[in-house]
C-alpha cells in the first residue's frame, strides 16, 4: 500500500459566511470553485481547486480560526499574488526564515493562517 497523494486540505470557517469565503479564496486567490455535492450541500461551506490543490472549507458552529495549522501553497508568481492579497487589504506577511523558498503569510477574511510559497 503507498499514499499517492493529498487529495485536500479542510479548513474551518464560521457558518453563514460562504459568500466571503467566495471574495477571498475565488476572488483574491484566484482559485476555481468547485460544487460541493448534492448530499453535502446542506451543511453550507464551499469547495476550492486550482492545479493540484484542493481546498474544502467546512462549516465549524464553535469556530476559532487556524492561527498556527495552516495550508502552504505554492505558485508560479509569488508577488502579483502578494500584490493582489494587499490591494484586497489582507497583509502579505513576509518570513525569510525558510531557505530556498520565498513566502507569506496571510489570513482569510475568518482569520486562518494561509501560507503562499515559491521556490527561488
Known sequence: MAYLALDHVQIAMPPGREEEA????????????????????????AWFRSGGVELHLGVERDFAPAR????????????E??????????????????PGVRHFYV????GNRIEILQPD
Open 22 to 45: 467566495r471574495g477571498f479564496y475565488r476572488g483574491v486567490l484566484g482559485l476555481d470553485e468547485v460544487p460541493k455535492p448534492a448530499p453535502m450541500r446542506a451543511s453550507g461551506g
Open 68 to 79: 498556527k495549522a495552516h495550508p502552504a501553497l505554492r505558485v508560479d508568481d509569488l508577488d
Open 81 to 98: 499574488l502578494a500584490a493582489r492579497c494587499e490591494a484586497a487589504g489582507f497583509a502579505a506577511q513576509w518570513d525569510d526564515r525558510y
Open 107 to 110: 489570513h482569510d477574511p475568518f
